[in-house]
Structure formats: structure tokens, C-alpha cells
């Protein structure tokens, strides 16, 4: 029987843990940007429950989409509704199940690389991204391909950056991941926690901050 995931259960469980995360989103992106990945994103999920809670005719992942892309400044504003766009156009061609899922990250991911131009091992939201797409291509289930980003996440604690604010710090990140791989990472974690609620991920904070989580 093929899975399917409500992409309104996906957006809000998301909004939940960036709230947790705030504090370590921000922390991290002092020591790489502007310090405001965490408000940023907090207010576009905030400001997408906001649009959830008042009715919608579109696909959900499509509302995201015009919150961020409308709404949301800084880098994550532009680049994370592009995300949703394209994922919401996906989900809406080819349904809420495993081939949904990956062609919108698929294309979401393409898109990203095609206005950033990063690849994987440049620090960025790209290191996140590629392996959960990978995952997904592959056919893994929902948990294993959040195992998958969040590992992708974790290692660009050991990248010296090659683009964006950070390329400009040398080795002062060194020793803490990306805060935008890490938004990423979560973002599958809240996918997989919608899709396989008992499956054992551990919570945000074990996300976040415990190397053996997931």
C-alpha cells in the first residue's frame, strides 16, 4: 500500500520544530551569516499556519511557497520558497505519496542549484538537500531518508564554505553545521515524523545537537 503524507500535518509539525530550534538556528548562523536564519524561517512557518488556519485552495506546500517567496527576507526567504514551489508543484501533478515527495525535491533542489549555483561541499542547504533526494530516488522510506539529510546536515560541520556570507570567515564556522542544512534536516525530520509518527528519530534537540540521534 502506497504511503501518502498530508502536507498540512508536514507544515505545521515543521513549524513546531523550527520553534524548538530557534535558539540553535540562530546561534549557528551568528558564527556564518547575519545571525537571522532562525527568526526568518520561524516567522514564514508562523506566517504559513497563519495562511493554513484561514482556508486554502491550493496545495499546501504552494501556500508555503507564497509566504516565504512573499514575506520572508534574508537568503532563506527566497531560497526555502523556492523549495516550496517547486515541491508544491510536484505534489500537485503526482500526489502525496513516496513519488510526490521526490520529485518535488527533485526539482526543488534543481531549481535551488540553478539560481545558487552550489553543489554538495560548498556548506549550504545543497548538502541536505542532495541526499534526501538521493534517498528518495532510491525508494528509501521517509525515516531513512531523514537519517540521510540530517547526516548531510551534520557533516558540513567539517566544510570550510565556498559561498554565501560565510565563504568571507575563513575557518570560523569550523566545528558547527550550516544552519540552513540544518533547517533543511528538519524539514525531513517533520516528513518523516508525519508519515511514521513512531518511528524513532528522536526529538529536535536530539536533531540538533546529539551526533547519535536518528
Known amino acids: 500500500m502506497t504511503v501518502t503524507v498530508d502536507q498540512e500535518k508536514v507544515l505545521r509539525i515543521y513549524a513546531e520544530a523550527a520553534r524548538t530550534a530557534h535558539d540553535r538556528l540562530t546561534a549557528l548562523d551568528q558564527?556564518?551569516?547575519?545571525?537571522?536564519?532562525?527568526?526568518?524561517?520561524?516567522?514564514?512557518?508562523?506566517?504559513?499556519?497563519a495562511r493554513l488556519d484561514e482556508g486554502f485552495d491550493q496545495v499546501p506546500f504552494t501556500v508555503a511557497a507564497q509566504v516565504f517567496l512573499d514575506e520572508v527576507g534574508g537568503t532563506s526567504g527566497p531560497l526555502m520558497g523556492l523549495?516550496?514551489?517547486?515541491?508544491?508543484?510536484?505534489?500537485?501533478?503526482?500526489?502525496?505519496?513516496?513519488?510526490?515527495?521526490a520529485a518535488g525535491v527533485r526539482e526543488g533542489l534543481a531549481a535551488i542549484q540553478r539560481v545558487g549555483e552550489a553543489e554538495p561541499g560548498d556548506r549550504t542547504l545543497v548538502d541536505a538537500l542532495v541526499p534526501a533526494r538521493d534517498a528518495l530516488?532510491?525508494?528509501?522510506?521517509?525515516?531513512?531518508t531523514a537519517r540521510a539529510s540530517l547526516a548531510g546536515a551534520r557533516a558540513t560541520a567539517d566544510i570550510k564554505a565556498r559561498r554565501g556570507r560565510a565563504s568571507y570567515l575563513g575557518e570560523r564556522a569550523l566545528g558547527a553545521p550550516d544552519p540552513g542544512a540544518i533547517g533543511v534536516a528538519l524539514l525531513f525530520w517533520s516528513l518523516a515524523r508525519a508519515a511514521e509518527p513512531d518511528t524513532d528519530l528522536g526529538p529536535v534537540t536530539a536533531v540538533l545537537d546529539d551526533p547519535a540521534a536518528g
Open 83 to 101: 523549495l516550496f514551489q517547486e515541491m508544491g508543484r510536484a505534489l500537485a501533478a503526482h500526489g502525496d505519496g513516496p513519488e510526490g515527495w
Open 137 to 144: 530516488d532510491a525508494g528509501s522510506g521517509f525515516a531513512d
Open 31 to 49: 558564527l556564518s551569516g547575519d545571525g537571522d536564519f532562525g527568526d526568518n524561517l520561524c516567522a514564514g512557518l508562523d506566517g504559513v499556519e
